[in-house]
């Protein structure tokens, strides 16, 4: 969508009513961010991500690739498409992990 990747007012296409009502009603919470940093940990599929929030940090969003060399890692994640771009993130299970937020190549703004 934020590519332009999706017409909204092109007719008849395979799954065009899913993506309407997803733009429409609001239903897309999610986005696709890249994150870098460090982990003490070996990276898996399994491995969560955490958010800070005032009272701690709570399960933030999932891993979908990454390549770690040594404790650095680049990795990309679906979060809240509403996570500030200077959100603390951290793996979980690794108090002492750090993930920054990388711009996007694109905006994610409604336009």
């Known amino acids: 969508q934020a590519l332009n990747g999706i017409s909204f007012n ?40 955490e958010i800070a929030m005032e009272d701690g940090f709570r399960r933030g969003g999932q891993i979908i690739e990454w390549v ?5 890692v680049l990795l990309t994640a679906v979060l809240a498409n509403d996570t500030p771009n200077d959100a603390q993130l951290r793996v ?13 190549p694109y905006s994610l703004a409604e336009a």
């Open 10 to 49: 092109k007719g008849c296409y395979m799954g065009q009513e899913t993506i309407a009502r997803m733009k429409y009603r609001g239903g897309n919470k999610r986005a696709l961010y890249i994150l870098s940093g460090h982990t003490e940990l070996t990276l898996s599929l399994d491995a969560g991500l």
């Open 68 to 72: 770690q060399r040594g404790n650095q």
């Open 92 to 104: 979980a299970d690794d108090a002492s992990s750090s993930l920054t937020i990388q711009p996007l």
